[in-house]
């Protein structure tokens, strides 16, 4: 059994027993639980569910573990003979979830 879910954009194959990083969510704290209602797709053993565009009665069930960064990126600008550089780095926070379960109603 998965599922297809979309979060701020992004869209990630789930399955039961997943660990997923999603985009940085503020208000979760560790041992959360969250819900997801934008499905895009939902297969199980014996039928597929195709959302136009959404899945309706399925929802993902979720575990915050924590927040996570990712590794430092560092963007480097130099123009030659002009005496300019800028050197900066960047750490990408997401939040890493646990997939509980996958829930359909219908």
């Known amino acids: 059994m ?13 399955k039961t027993g997943d660990r997923i990083w999603l985009d940085l969510k503020d208000d979760a704290a560790e041992g959360d639980i969250l819900e997801f209602n934008d499905i895009l797709l939902y297969s199980n053993d014996d039928e597929t569910k195709v959302g136009t565009p959404l899945v309706q009665g399925v929802k993902v069930l979720a575990e915050v573990k924590g927040t996570r960064k990712a590794k430092k990126l560092v963007v480097m600008k130099f123009r030659r003979r002009k ?12 939040t890493e979830v646990n997939i509980k379960d996958i829930v359909s109603s219908a």
């Open 2 to 14: 998965f599922a297809i879910m979309k979060d701020k954009g992004r869209q990630y194959k789930v």
């Open 83 to 94: 005496d300019s550089r800028t050197k900066r780095g960047h750490r990408q926070r997401y």
